[in-house]
């Protein structure tokens, strides 16, 4: 394998006119040539003796490529450096350290204590001595065991990007009587906050001996403005049978100067930092500070949404509680329109951005008669129409339900354009209330235009379904999450996060968590399964349906990753 720390660089096609940046990756191979390759494929190949750039003095580029250079060309290389050359030096921006080897093989890997501070001594890991571990079999995590982020592939394809595979490694970075950890919980609430807290403090505790661990109260603000809490075994024994979390939670108040003086003046030598892509953006900024002051702190995220729409990982912890108790609500709207002549349910779900819980929770009732999303727009009136869909259905059936997520159909309140600009301390817009809206408007219809008696009963359990305990499955999630967390972070990894990728834990940079968010994929067969549950149009017209699918590479991508489906048995015949 050839371990070499390569830049990633930043693709821009001049010509193109949606502007997307295309991830590139550079790196030397075994006979000294610097390839460039996208999607696992090389573009450029230029041989190291042309002296274009020494990898060493490069960790970052940005650049613009020229289609007019054919492949194999070395100008696009020179024009690289000379444009961007002084990208790799932004503060700002957590630098990707790869490591590249054979068939394609790319390790996108997490930084180190050891990266920034020389002869840091290790230690034995104090699970060798535990015997509740003595059973185990190759506890240990090998050094290089990573984990795929793909693993539907063709038989000639590369072997693409991996991540590091999470799990106690034999040799720590920290004595079990220097640590001193902190935790911190930020943004909204989400079923399972708790058990990560309880499974961080108990890890830390009894795999590690680790007896010094605070809760920072209320959030980023509560670094510089609030007291501490001590934790310990006992204080959290039974926390995870509550909803919530008990060291409160605020969004906004980071201020990276302050939060890292407390680190250092309270001798803070672990953070946790768990909270959703905006909380995880604010622990890289914390990570790159704490890097500049050359500190031995080792920086640490759990991500955490209800909404599922982190990137990279299969999921995120809370969701399959949430989805479990949405099924209460769509149960109750089911039965208020069944009851009655032309009832209709309706039921919105969290989901400002993804629809994932819209999507799973009418999956899972198969009492739905139509999902809204904010990925699959529609429209109300006219042929094709949610109106007419509704009219159908009720003439078919006698009864409908209706489930919408909270950011769909927001390009309709065209009302409400001004509110729409306003956010919260998150930086998340304020969304209008798209429930109430839809459901007046369905009235007005009905009554006014076609003189249709309807009864239509409204459900909005969106807080509701986050604030309970975890079920079953997010307990132990959360545990594993914990744990991995806490093995990564005595191993001296930092500027990380733990997740799920493929059914295995492992350490995630923080710019891969928050460089873009996760969404419904509208021409996956997942969503096509949705469309057959509910036999409800697609309100998309082929343009629409081809805009989504995006341009040829977009097309690659899903058919990269397993995607086969055709776009045509998405669209409704109509």
């Known amino acids: 394998m050839d371990s070499v720390i390569a830049p990633l660089c930043l693709f821009i096609p001049l010509n193109c006119n949606n502007n997307k940046k295309k991830s590139y990756y ?3 191979n075994s006979n000294h040539i610097l390839n460039i390759s996208f999607k696992n494929k090389i573009r450029c190949s230029v041989p190291s003796s042309a002296g274009i750039f020494n990898l060493k003095k490069f960790t970052a580029v940005s650049f613009r490529y020229d289609h007019r250079h054919r492949r194999g060309s070395s100008s696009c290389l020179r024009r690289a450096v000379m444009d961007s050359s002084n990208s790799a030096s932004s503060p700002d921006m957590q630098k990707p350290k790869i490591v590249t080897g054979p068939g394609g ?27 509740a571990y003595s059973v185990v079999k190759q506890y240990f995590v090998h050094v290089d065991d990573t984990v795929p982020q793909k693993i539907v592939v063709h038989k000639d394809s590369p072997r693409g990007v991996h991540f590091r595979r999470a799990g106690p490694r034999q040799r720590v970075y920290f004595d079990s009587d220097e640590v001193h950890a902190c935790i911190v919980t930020c943004g909204g609430l989400c079923p399972g906050l708790n058990t990560v807290i309880r499974e961080i403090v108990c890890g830390l505790y009894h795999m590690y001996g680790v007896k010094k661990v605070l809760g920072i109260d209320g959030g980023y603000k ?59 953006r604010g622990a890289a900024v914390i990570f790159e500070e704490v890097r500049r ?53 309706l ?20 009492d739905v008669d139509c999902c809204l999303i904010p990925e699959s727009p529609f429209y109300l009136e006219g042929p094709g129409g949610l ?95 914990a744990q991995s967390v806490v093995h990564g972070a005595m191993a001296g990894y930092t500027g990380f996060t733990s997740g799920l990728v493929n059914g295995r834990q492992t350490y995630i940079p923080f710019y891969r968590i928050i460089e873009k968010r996760n969404g ?55």
Not at 224 to 233: G, I, R
Not at 301 to 329: L, Y
Not at 348 to 363: D, E, H, Q, V
């Open 222 to 280: 509560g670094f510089y403005a609030k007291n501490t809490v001590h934790l310990d075994p006992k204080v959290v024994n039974d926390i995870h049978k509550r909803g919530g979390t008990i060291l409160g939670t605020s969004r906004g108040g980071h201020d990276t100067s302050k939060i890292v003086d407390s680190i250092q003046d309270r001798g803070i030598n672990q953070v946790y930092i768990i909270g959703g892509d905006g909380t995880q």
């Open 347 to 366: 039921v919105k779900l969290m989901g400002r951005y993804s629809g994932f819980i819209a999507m799973y929770a009418t999956l899972a009732s198969r």
């Open 105 to 131: 093989y790319v390790l996108e890997d997490v930084p180190h204590l050891s990266d920034y501070i020389p002869d840091l001594p290790t230690y034995p890991n104090p699970l060798q001595d535990n015997p």
């Open 520 to 574: 419904v994929v509208i021409t996956d067969r997942m969503w096509a399964r949705l469309l057959s549950s509910t036999n409800q149009p697609s309100f998309l017209c082929l343009k629409d349906s081809i805009e989504d699918t995006g341009d040829e590479e977009q097309s690659n991508q899903l058919l990269e990753n397993g995607h086969c489906g055709e776009e045509g048995s998405l669209i409704s015949k109509r």
């Open 293 to 345: 002051r050359g500190l031995k702190v080792s920086v640490a995220g759990i991500p955490k949404t209800i909404d599922n729409d982190i990137p990279v990982i299969d999921k995120s912890f809370g969701f399959d509680t949430a989805v479990e108790e949405a099924q209460r609500a769509i149960n109750a709207a089911h039965v208020e329109a069944d009851s009655i002549e032309n009832g209709i349910g």
């Open 387 to 481: 109106f007419e869909y509704i009219e159908k259905r009720l003439k078919e059936n006698g009864h409908m339900v209706i489930v919408i997520a909270e950011g769909a159909g927001q390009e309709l309140l065209s009302e409400s354009i001004q509110s729409m600009t306003l956010k919260d301390a998150s930086g998340n817009k304020l969304l209008q209330d798209v429930g109430l809206w839809i459901s007046q408007r369905i009235k007005d219809y009905f009554s006014k235009q076609r003189k249709m008696p309807i009864n239509l009963k409204y459900i909005d359990p969106t807080y509701m379904i986050r604030a309970i305990p975890s079920n079953a499955s997010d307990n132990v999630y959360c545990t594993l999450l």
């Open 26 to 28: 550079c790196y030397y």
